[in-house]
T-cell receptor, first 113, second 112 residues
Framework: TQLLEQSPQFLSIQEGENLTVYCNSS?????LQWYRQEPGEGPVLLVT?????EVKKLKRLTFQFGDARKDSSLHITAAQPGDTGLYLC?????????????FGPGTRLSVLP | GAGVSQSPRYKVTKRGQDVALRCDPI?????LYWYRQALGQGPEFLTY????????KSGLPNDRFSAERPEGSISTLTIQRTEQRDSAMYRC??????????FGPGTRLTVL
């Protein structure tokens, strides 16, 4: 069974600080996705990384896929209160042409003004 | 509608009762997924469909849980003889390809 671990579990920082959250697995994933979930809402896709070593930037967010495709990181520069939420990584697992997915447990980020 | 809708948004039931949770996906989306999410945790996969065919139900906790999507659109997740441990947020997501999923607002189920 392919599992995803995320760290830290909780993170509380001040506005303007930088932070990095991690998604790790002992298994190789063909791709990983990052979602953000705000309280009371469903997860919303932020990015998909598919190539080992790939780096994608989305405004103040930088996503990296590990060379071995077993891990990924999300770096936020100059965090803002609007970045508060649960950050989830997700990867395809099993057969069925990669349509079954597993989520990590998430990192709950709180950015204080 | 523009997005995935779920009903009811909140359901309170007594232990032992059956409940049916409905998901109305984005029109034309091939895939439909059901997840269960505990507070502060990531979604836990339950089952998914491509069109009307149930592709994987390995995440269903036990045989009290079942799901159907008879016409390849609306789906119903049914929990029979509910137990307190079934209390959770149940989320549905639809996808044109399976890759990017669009989540509904969820149904919060409370079993007393």
């Amino acid at each position: 069974t392919q599992l995803l671990e995320q760290s830290p579990q909780f993170l509380s920082i001040q506005e303007g600080e930088n932070l990095t959250v991690y998604c790790n697995s002992s298994s190789v994933f063909s791709s990983l996705q990052w979602y953000r979930q705000e309280p009371g809402e469903g997860p919303v896709l932020l990015v998909t990384v598919v190539t080992g070593g790939e780096v994608k930037k989305l405004k103040r967010l930088t996503f990296q896929f590990g060379d071995a495709r077993k891990d990924s990181s999300l770096h936020i520069t100059a965090a803002q209160p609007g970045d508060t939420g649960l950050y989830l990584c997700r990867g395809p697992t099993g057969d069925n042409y990669g349509q079954n997915f597993v989520f990590g447990p998430g990192t709950r980020l709180s950015v204080l003004p | 509608g523009a997005g995935v809708s779920q009903s009811p948004r909140y359901k309170v039931t007594k232990r032992g009762q059956d409940v049916a949770l409905r998901c109305d996906p984005i029109s034309g989306h091939v895939s439909l997924y059901w997840y269960r999410q505990a507070l502060g945790q990531g979604p836990e996969f339950l089952t998914y469909f491509n069109y009307e065919a149930q592709q994987d139900k390995s995440g269903l906790p036990n045989d009290r849980f079942s799901a159907e999507r008879p016409e390849g659109s609306i789906s119903t997740l049914t929990i029979q003889r509910t137990e307190q441990r079934d209390s959770a947020m149940y989320r549905c997501a639809s996808s044109p390809t399976g890759y990017e999923q669009f989540f509904g607002p969820g149904t919060r189920l409370t079993v007393l």
